[in-house]
């Protein structure tokens, strides 16, 4: 891969630009697009824990909150009964959250919201446009995970 002229530089600088203002507006916009009522700082901790059973402490470092501000949101989740606490195994001193059949029925109604969002803006395109977008994706999965 050669070294970009000034010019090249610059339209990339442009499109990179352009394609991550993009992604944070449909990212933001099919982030709130969510009927089950729960707050999307919420649903991001459920989003998590239904990976497996996390530890307060992971799940701060995870969400980048204060340990305090995530006992907040457990305590918000535990009470509409979306997770639940049980003793750590392995460290006596500490609770393990997991996800309840609620908190999962949650997230499956916030996918299927989402995903209705995203079906309603898709079905107006051309079908150039669609395998356009079909090409992106590909391209950005691969980007995403580089």
């Known amino acids: 891969m050669g070294v970009p002229s000034a010019s090249q530089g610059s339209e990339l600088v442009e ?48 969400e980048r909150v204060s340990t305090p501000a995530m006992t907040r949101t457990l305590n918000s989740l535990e009470a509409e009964g979306l997770v639940s606490r049980s003793r750590n195994a392995e460290d006596s001193r500490s609770v393990l959250i997991t996800l309840t ?21 898709l079905e107006g395109l051309s079908g150039e446009d669609l395998e356009a977008l079909r090409r992106a994706t590909g391209v950005l999965s691969r980007i995403g995970q580089a």
């Open 101 to 121: 059949g609620r908190g999962q029925a949650v997230i499956d109604g916030v996918y299927a919201s989402r995903d209705t969002w995203m079906v309603r803006h």
């Open 15 to 62: 499109l990179a630009n352009d394609l991550r203002l993009a992604c944070q507006i449909i990212s933001r916009r099919v982030r709130f697009e969510s009927t089950s009522g729960t707050p999307p700082h919420q649903i991001s901790v459920l989003f998590a824990v239904r990976r497996g059973a996390q530890t307060p402490t992971t799940l701060a470092e995870r």
